[in-house]
């Protein structure tokens, strides 16, 4: 209704207090926002398209809010839910979100071993806190925040301990 209207959606939405390894499920026609402060890794359907509805009090003619289209696009029903964080000190391979568009699982370091994955799967490499950590993914070296893009197959990881591959593939339903 707010959004038909024009009004302040700011007031209208949930704030999750969130903290490192926190994994949220946030389904497609959810609308959302991320505040300052956070490092999100944020897997999507494939899309170019993101609508506008509030520019948090700024007004800029080159972010022109899309109220229209967010109407269409947002589902009143969708809501985020809670996953469970991962755990840094457990090493190993687990499954965070699957759903009908992507699965995503952790590799948590120490680790070291092969995993199948799908031609597309991304993987990107990341660590509790700023630290300058490295693995090795089919021999590339990887710095925390760094990705690869995965060829079909198996792939050879050597996670260190307090790091993490976040890998991110296309539902083998689609």
């Known amino acids: 209704a707010a959004l038909a209207r024009g009004g302040e959606i700011e007031p209208l939405l949930a704030r999750v207090p969130v903290t490192t390894g926190d994994v949220l499920d946030v389904p497609p026609g959810t609308l959302h926002a991320l505040m300052p402060g ?14 506008l509805v509030s520019d948090w009090g700024r007004q800029h003619p080159d972010r022109p809010l899309h109220l229209r289209e967010a109407r269409r696009a947002t589902d009143a029903a969708a809501t985020a839910r809670r996953l469970d964080a991962i755990d840094w000190t457990k090493p190993g391979v687990r499954h965070i979100v699957a759903n009908q568009a992507f ?5 948590i ?13 991304t993987l990107t490499l990341v660590a509790p806190a700023a630290a300058d950590v490295h693995a090795l993914v089919d021999g590339v070296e990887l710095r925390a925040m ?12 050597a996670i260190p301990g307090g790091a993490a591959a976040l890998i991110a593939e296309p539902s083998r339903e689609l």
């Open 38 to 51: 956070l490092l999100v890794w944020e897997v999507q359907q494939p899309s170019d398209i993101t609508y």
């Open 103 to 107: 699965l995503v699982r952790s590799v």
């Open 109 to 121: 370091g120490p680790w070291r071993g092969e995993l199948n994955a799908p031609r597309g799967a």
């Open 146 to 157: 760094q990705s690869a893009l995965c060829e079909e197959g198996s792939i050879s990881l």
